[in-house]
């Protein structure tokens, strides 16, 4: 790939699950942060509305139907051709292997047939990608929310710690650099993006439950709906190991205890927002052990789904850590002198987008390779 200043302009796939996404992302090497110049995603996720789940099979003849027309629309909305686009990114796993198999072979086609040179990219490391794109200056379907840009002191604010909290993973990362980067711990079972789906589906709702507890729970009074207690497992351990089974668990346990005795719609309330305080409380509690074990943090970065979560944006924006500890404030807007900041992706990009994937490859185009070396890697 070329070593001069000029934006590198990287077309991206992600099919890794329901969400069929195509991306068209530029880089110049010395920016801190890339600019999406198209992004569209299709879900098959109503297809699982009957199933009250993914069913694999499913999902990856949705992704056969979208895929074409989704390229077709990102190519659109980028207003350049082929000849602009100076490589292929795409998602070699983890995820569905059928879903998975779409996005690959297909790109693996564009980059025979179009002769560019690809990079393949791990859907994992890549939800954080989210957080390095200029909000300021997309110009297609995703204008900036209500939260802040982030701005090109993100980039210069390493080391950071980043969390990746979706569906699948609750993992916490140490970023030194781009290419430095330590798993400091996660998840020993399910993922906090789990536990709100199956907590919910105790309520009665459908796939994804994590929007609805969010609802719920901001419709809790405590001077009108019942406190329940539940579990906060893991949380005073002096390490980086989560745990969200137990709490799963008792979120049933409660259930059934009150259904009877408590008003159906103040139990759900109740209960979704106890859910949502101990899945925040937990991640708080081990950024703050974090931030006390890494005092040079300078940054934090949340990534996936749950990342779209107000309650954990609100807690962690708001939290006052003990700086007597030698724990550094957080900071919601702007570094005050050595106090980190808080960031996290717009809305749609918390959830699986092929933006993040292409972002993730204009920041590491020295993985590039031909399409013959190109495969799934679960
Ligand atoms: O990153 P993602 O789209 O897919 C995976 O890679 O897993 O994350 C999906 C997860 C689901 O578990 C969903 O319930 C959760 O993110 N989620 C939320 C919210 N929006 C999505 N959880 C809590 N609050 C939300 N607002
Ligand atoms: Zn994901």
């Not at 070329?2 to 195509?22: F, H, V």
């Not at 390493?158 to 330590?182: A, D, K, Q, R």
Request: proline share 5%; charged share 20%; glycine share 6%.
């Amino acid at each position: 790939m070329k070593t001069s200043n000029r934006p590198t302009i990287i077309l991206a796939i992600e099919s890794s699950c329901d969400e069929t996404a195509c991306a068209v992302v530029q880089k110049a090497q010395d920016q801190a942060l890339a600019t999406v110049l198209s992004s569209v995603t299709a879900t098959s996720l109503a297809k699982h509305k009957a199933t009250r789940g993914i069913v694999p099979e499913v999902a990856a003849r949705e992704q056969l139907k979208f895929i074409l027309p989704v390229i077709q629309e990102a190519l659109q909305q980028f207003g350049g051709d082929k000849t602009d686009i100076e490589a292929i990114a795409v998602t070699v796993g983890p995820g569905l292997v059928g879903s998975l198999l779409v996005g690959i072979e297909t790109a693996r086609a564009l980059a025979m047939a179009w002769d560019k040179p690809m990079i393949p990219v791990n859907h994992i490391e890549a939800h954080p990608y989210a957080n390095f794109v200029d909000f300021g200056e997309i110009p297609y379907g995703l204008a900036p929310d209500s939260h802040q840009a982030l701005r090109d002191d993100v980039i210069t604010n390493f080391p950071l710690l980043s969390w990746v909290i979706s569906g699948g993973h609750t993992e916490l990362y140490l970023m030194n650099s781009h290419e430095e980067i330590t798993h400091l711990g996660g998840t020993v079972d399910d993922a906090a993006g789990e536990c709100f789906d199956k907590c919910a589906r105790v309520l009665g709702f459908d796939y994804p439950g994590g929007p609805f507890i969010e609802k719920l729970a901001e419709q809790f009074d405590v001077a009108k709906h019942p406190l329940i207690k539940l579990p906060r497992p893991l949380i005073h351990e002096k390490n980086f190991l989560l745990s969200f089974s137990g709490l799963k668990t008792a979120f049933l346990r409660a259930f059934r205890e009150h259904e009877h005795t408590i008003d159906s719609v103040d139990l759900k309330i109740s209960l979704a927002y106890e859910l949502q305080e101990a899945i925040t409380d937990i991640i708080l509690k081990k950024t703050q052990l974090a931030l006390e074990m890494y005092p040079d943090v300078k940054s934090i970065i949340i990534s996936g789904g749950v990342a779209a979560n107000k309650g954990l944006r609100k807690k962690l924006e708001t939290a006052k850590l003990d700086k007597s500890e030698n724990q550094p404030a957080l900071n919601a807007t702007h570094s005050v002198a050595g106090e980190p900041t808080i960031h996290f992706p717009p809305l749609s990009l918390c959830t699986d987008n092929a933006a993040m994937i292409g972002t993730y490859a204009a920041f590491h185009t020295e993985k590039v390779t031909s399409w013959k070396n190109v495969t799934l890697r679960l």
